[in-house]
C-alpha cells in the first residue's frame, strides 16, 4: 500500500491538473458561444450564394465554363482546416483520418493546411504542402478566404490543380461536430433538390451567363471557404470543451477514489500506534 | 408612390440591410440601375458605387463594393462582399488610400498593379462620397 505521503502528492497534483481543466472548459465555452454567433452571422451569404450558383447551372444546362470541368492533369488539392492547439479530443485527428481515407493517392495530393496540428501530422507522414495559412484560424477574416481562394483558383487555371478539395469539421452542436470532406472545384451540384418555382423563372443575365459566373463562382469558393472556417473555429472549441469537460470528471472520479485510500491509510496509521501504544503500556505493567 | 417589395443585402459578415422599400438604385458593370417592383428576374453584378434605398422613412445611402445582385418579381437580394453605412466609413482612411491609389497611378506601375490601385481607387470614392452625408 502507498504511504500516506505519497497519496496525498498525487492527490494534489491532481487537483491542480483538475482546476487547469476546468479553466480550459471555460475558457473555449466562452470563446465557443462567439464564435458559434459569427457561423450563424455568416450563414445567410453562403446559402444564398449556393443557392445562387446552383440555380444558374441549373437553368442553363448548356453552360459551358472553366471551373465546370476538372484539369487532364494536375494534382488534387485539399484544404486541410484543423487547429494550432491540442487538447481538444479527436478535432485533429479526425481530419487527418478522413483525409488519409479519401481514397486520394499521396502522391497526387498537395495540401493546403489551416491549422498547424494537422499541418504537422500530415506532413511528419509525407504528404505534400503547399502555402501554410495556419495563423488564419486564429481569428478567420473575410480578406483571409479571398486570399486563400484567389491562390487555388489561381492554380486551377494554369492547369496546376485539378481538383479542390475542402476538409473541416462541420459544427452540429455543442457536443456532436462532424469531419467533412466536400468538393469545391469543379463545381458539382445537386440539382435534385431544386424547388418548382425556381425551375419556372426564367433569369436574365447581365452582361452574359459566362461573365455572371466568372464572377460569382470564385465567390461562391471564397464564401464556402470563410463558412468552413468559422465553423472550423466553432467547432474546436466545442470539440475542447467536451474533451475538458470529461477530463475535470474524470480528475474528480480520481480524487474520490484517493481520497479513500488515503482515509484508509490513515485510519490504518491510527489503529497501528493505538496498538502500538496499547502493547508497550501492557509490557510496563 | 410606388409598390413596395423586399429587399435583402447580405454581406459575408451579417444581413446588412433588410426591409420593403420601393426604389433601390445601385451602380453595377453595365452602368447605374434603379428598380421598382415588378422588373423582369435578371442577375447583374455589381460595381463598386453608391447604394441608395428609398423606403418609407426616407432615402438610406450605403457603400457598396464587389458583388453582385438578384432580382425576382418581389424580392431584391444584393450579395455584396463589403457593404458601410456612411457612420461605419472612416473618412480619413478612405483619404489617405485615394491619394495611395492616385499615386500608384501616376507611377505607371506593372498592369496588374494598375488593376488594384484602379479598384482601390475606386472604393476610396464610393466611401468619400457616401461618407460625406454623415
Excluded at chain 1, 425551375?199 to 455572371?212: H, S
Excluded at chain 2, 422613412?57 to 444584393?78: M, N, P, T, W, Y
Aim: proline share 3%.
Amino acid at each position: 500500500m502507498a504511504s500516506m505521503r505519497d497519496i496525498k502528492r498525487r492527490k494534489s497534483s491532481i487537483t491542480s491538473t483538475q482546476q487547469i481543466t476546468k479553466a480550459m472548459k471555460l475558457v473555449s465555452t466562452v470563446k465557443l458561444q462567439k464564435a458559434r454567433s459569427k457561423a450563424e452571422y455568416s450563414k445567410p451569404y453562403s446559402n444564398f450564394m449556393y443557392e445562387t450558383v446552383r440555380s444558374i447551372l441549373t437553368k442553363s444546362t448548356n453552360i459551358d465554363h472553366k471551373y465546370l470541368h476538372s484539369g487532364d492533369s494536375g494534382k488534387k488539392a485539399v484544404i486541410m482546416m484543423t487547429s494550432n492547439r491540442g487538447l481538444a479530443g479527436g478535432y485533429n485527428s479526425n481530419i487527418t483520418k478522413l483525409i488519409m481515407g479519401s481514397g486520394i493517392p499521396k502522391e497526387e495530393m498537395i495540401i493546403y493546411p489551416i491549422g498547424r496540428k494537422g499541418r504537422d501530422a500530415m506532413s511528419r507522414k509525407g504528404y505534400q504542402m503547399a502555402t501554410d495559412y495556419s495563423d488564419v484560424i486564429n481569428d478567420p477574416l473575410y480578406k483571409d478566404a479571398i486570399e486563400i481562394s484567389q491562390e487555388l483558383l489561381h492554380g486551377f487555371e494554369k492547369g496546376e490543380i485539378s481538383e479542390i478539395y475542402l476538409a473541416y469539421t462541420s459544427f452540429k452542436n455543442t457536443v456532436s461536430q462532424i469531419p467533412k470532406m466536400e468538393q469545391l472545384l469543379p463545381v458539382t451540384m445537386d440539382q435534385t433538390t431544386v424547388s418548382k418555382e425556381d425551375q419556372i423563372i426564367p433569369m436574365n443575365y447581365e452582361p452574359n451567363e459566362e461573365e455572371v459566373l466568372d464572377m460569382v463562382i470564385p465567390k461562391y469558393v471564397t464564401s464556402l471557404i470563410y463558412g468552413a472556417l468559422l465553423e472550423c473555429v466553432a467547432s474546436e472549441n466545442g470539440a475542447r470543451m467536451t474533451a475538458m469537460d470529461a477530463a475535470t470528471s474524470n480528475a474528480e472520479e480520481m480524487i474520490d477514489t484517493l481520497s479513500l485510500e488515503y482515509n484508509r491509510a490513515r485510519q490504518g496509521s491510527i489503529t497501528q500506534e493505538l496498538t502500538e501504544i496499547i502493547a508497550g503500556a501492557e509490557a510496563i505493567s | 408612390m410606388a409598390e413596395k417589395f423586399h429587399l435583402k443585402v447580405i454581406t459575408p459578415e451579417r444581413v446588412f440591410y433588410e426591409g420593403e422599400a420601393f426604389f433601390v438604385e445601385m451602380n453595377t458593370t453595365e452602368g447605374e440601375v434603379g428598380i421598382y417592383k415588378n422588373h423582369i428576374p435578371m442577375t447583374m453584378l455589381l460595381a463598386p458605387g453608391v447604394l441608395l434605398i428609398h423606403e418609407e422613412d426616407g432615402v438610406k445611402e450605403a457603400a457598396l463594393h464587389s458583388g453582385f445582385i438578384e432580382i425576382l418579381q418581389d424580392r431584391v437580394s444584393v450579395l455584396a462582399e463589403i457593404a458601410e453605412w456612411p457612420d461605419e466609413i472612416d473618412i480619413n482612411r478612405a483619404n489617405e488610400a485615394k491619394i495611395r491609389a492616385e499615386r500608384q497611378l501616376k507611377n505607371g506601375e506593372q498592369t496588374a498593379n494598375i488593376i488594384k490601385a484602379e479598384i482601390a481607387l475606386k472604393r476610396a470614392l464610393t466611401r468619400l462620397e457616401v461618407g460625406r452625408h454623415k
